[in-house]
DNA sequence: AATAGTATTGCAAATGTTTTCATAAATTTG
DNA sequence: CAAATTTATGAAAACATTTGCAATACTATT
């Protein structure tokens, strides 16, 4: 039963199966109080009957919204991110929308692709991971009056509206609590900055802070590792026999740090005792390493949630008003540093 | 420049600007080789001026492929399915298509109403986490005859083609070299089974094993922890303090074998000559961990991108052939278990 | 009981594309 | 050079909806 033979389900073979117009089943779906009860109560035992299910692709021609939010982030296997695509999934899903989600793997120009690809299929709006986006995306952007909104980072000048952490104030924080604790020689372990103004934007308030205090990082203890544990760990392991080994471990992002508590404990060094390591981002399982990693919390959670409730509402709004939220950050001192000052 | 006037570009706009007819326009993209070069060139030249971009809800309309794939998962920031998530989706991006991704939370009502809507926006095809999934799910699929998928979990008896591995045997093997390696008092944590039949084969699986060896679990070593680290850590505090202790801990899963890794260390217990663990899964980083953790390594990349691969093809395929694939799976022994017999 | 509303429904146009069929132009063939 | 092909293009119908407008039926008012 249901299902009718084999041909198509529309809105007119249900409007044939419940003897009303077309229009009429429209409007029981997009006006229900426009329609009489009775009527209505035929009509969806129709679509109840044949299985009738609705075809957005032919609202959307219509000019209604199409219910899709596009989401095109770096990658969506590195924790970093697939927490904010849960909390932003979550929250649009919350308001009706569906999303469509690509990854470009830090490639701008393949971002560009995945924006395009999503304007086609008439996305309501787009959200990118961070700031620093190619040219061609921001024309493409403005020139389609798509709503666009940047997520992950937060900075006055950003030309979309962003909801995010501020990376400068993240990378001050960290260097700020190295600092007290009476670290001077610092270690760096960040990613490649190309393209990922996140990690710019924390590398560089982190060597603006350390100067202010008159510390500098000598280049043996400033090395690359990309979001991957076991190649920090790696970098982590170099970093760490060199001569002069440094007494903390600033890394760019919590999975750096991870890989670098493993490396000190693969060398048999004592975290905090022979050295302090401080990530950034406080991912899901930071807290739970043994030893507790200290690390600079951004709040992915709340900022894809934020994002995703904001963004909709400015969608669905009549005359949508511009905003940009700053998350706010916070030192969370674990086990993983000590101060030297004893 | 660019963007003329207010008014919408549409393929008639270019094609007035071309001066050729819509049609022409329309078979510029889809039939290229019917079109005199000279007039396609003018045709590009227009659509380049002009900004415009293809409707694909109008072609889905027309009963073209509307290029998108469907995806629901439990959740989108558990690295066990975060992976999949990625290679699925990079995958058929290579065959032109985006991904439509939804969460339900091992809800299966929900997860009814996530393929429900994709099916509104009538994607080409669904694919599921999974072989549990609830009736009215199943019957939707069937009545809508649209291309579905299961993931990650492969069963000769699977109503849905799927592409992923039997957790029966990771359940097996898991247990089986803890058996080899002299264990007798195992402990369990395992993640509720309901709704969530990874688990459920998993966990049956390993009381077969065991129970052919003669082996069984005692009520308190046998315990319940969601795919979390800190709440399986919290689980593993509990049983590792009871007054018998087991010498191996079998979990469910890298993330919690990861919990229970750290519940060992906080108790002072070294791994592995105090206690054995073995979790299944080999997730990105379980390799890293301090000791390298043994597992029972499930190919989620592969599956993903097998997936994705072999469910592009039949759906772009004229004449679709059914298709199953169950991936190897393998024990990797690393340095959380080792031998009693010494 | 006539008038003015109001509630309910249907008709038809519009949305942006693709494709079949027909036509015109160009090219090949005998 | 005429006939037969082939190539290139356009006109129009079709796809599944929504909605403004018009028509009808019903209710309330005097």
């Given amino acids: 039963m249901a299902n009718f033979q084999k041909g198509k389900v529309d809105i007119v073979a249900v409007a044939k199966a419940a003897k009303v117009s077309p229009s009429t089943v429209s409007r029981t779906f997009n006006h229900p109080d426009l329609v009489n009860p009775a009527t209505r109560k035929k009509i969806n035992k129709a679509v109840q009957r044949l299985g009738y299910i609705r075809n957005r692709a032919a609202q959307t021609m219509h000019g209604k919204r199409s ?116 670290h001077r020689d610092i270690g760096l372990i960040f990613p490649e900055t190309q393209g990922n103004d996140r990690a710019q934007h924390r590398l560089s308030a982190v060597h603006d802070a350390l100067g202010e205090q008159g510390v500098s990082v000598p280049d043996e203890h400033e090395t690359q590792a990309p979001y991957s544990v076991s190649q920090a760990k790696q970098a982590a392991l170099a970093l760490l026999t060199t001569p002069k080994r440094p007494t903390a471990l600033l890394c760019g992002n919590d999975v750096i740090a991870q890989g670098a508590l493993f490396a000190a404990q693969k060398l048999g060094l004592s975290v905090p005792d022979d050295l302090s390591i401080i990530g950034i981002g406080d991912f899901k399982g930071s807290a739970d390493v043994e030893p507790g990693l200290t690390t600079i919390r951004i709040p992915a959670e709340n900022i894809g949630a934020l994002a995703g409730e904001k963004f909709t509402d400015f969608i669905t709004s009549d005359d949508p008003e511009h905003f940009s939220i700053r998350c706010d950050l916070e030192c969370v001192a674990r086990q993983t540093t000590r101060s030297l000052a004893t």
């Fill in 67 to 182: 219910g899709t939010i596009g989401l095109v982030v770096p990658t969506i296997n590195h924790a970093i991110f697939s927490e904010v695509i849960q909390a932003f999934s979550d929250s649009i899903d919350k308001a009706g929308f569906s999303l469509l989600l690509a990854s470009h793997g830090y490639d701008l120009d393949r971002e560009y692709a995945m924006v395009r690809k999503f304007l086609e299929h008439r996305v309501d709006g787009v959200a990118l991971v961070g700031l620093e986006h190619s040219d061609a995306t921001n024309r493409l952007i403005t020139q389609q009056k798509i709503p666009a909104l940047a997520i992950w980072n937060y900075s006055e000048e950003s030309p979309l509206p962003c909801v995010g952490a501020d990376n400068h104030l993240a990378g001050r924080l960290a260097a700020e609590h190295l600092l007290e604790l009476g």
